[in-house]
């Protein structure tokens, strides 16, 4: 199993629910691939402006398919440019 751990920080300018409609978009797409065993995003607590994408995939391949499909290579760039910062984790289960 796969997971990632994707943090956005939005600029100061930026409406957070501008943020999150297109998020929610990626969300409910991202949901119906093969090989997404769940998807989700969240709000941090103490801070508004800081969001991340909670992702568990079955294997390394789902996550690639996902990385190429059309509502990705639409919406990311669209979230890259609300966003100040980024980090991008993504974690191998040990077994």
């Not at 600029?11 to 119906?32: C, F, H, Q, S, W």
Request: charged share 35%.
């Amino acid at each position: 199993m796969i997971k990632v751990v994707a943090k956005a920080k939005l600029k100061p300018e930026v409406n957070p629910g501008d943020y999150i409609m297109l998020a929610r978009e990626l969300v409910a797409e991202t949901r119906k691939e093969k090989g997404c065993i769940s998807y989700a995003l969240h709000e941090d607590i103490n801070d508004p402006t800081i969001f991340t994408m909670l992702e568990e995939w079955e294997n390394e391949q789902a996550l690639e398919q996902h990385n190429q499909t059309a509502h990705m290579v639409r919406i990311i760039p669209e979230l890259k440019k609300l966003r100040e910062s980024g980090e991008l984790n993504i974690y191998r289960e040990i077994k």
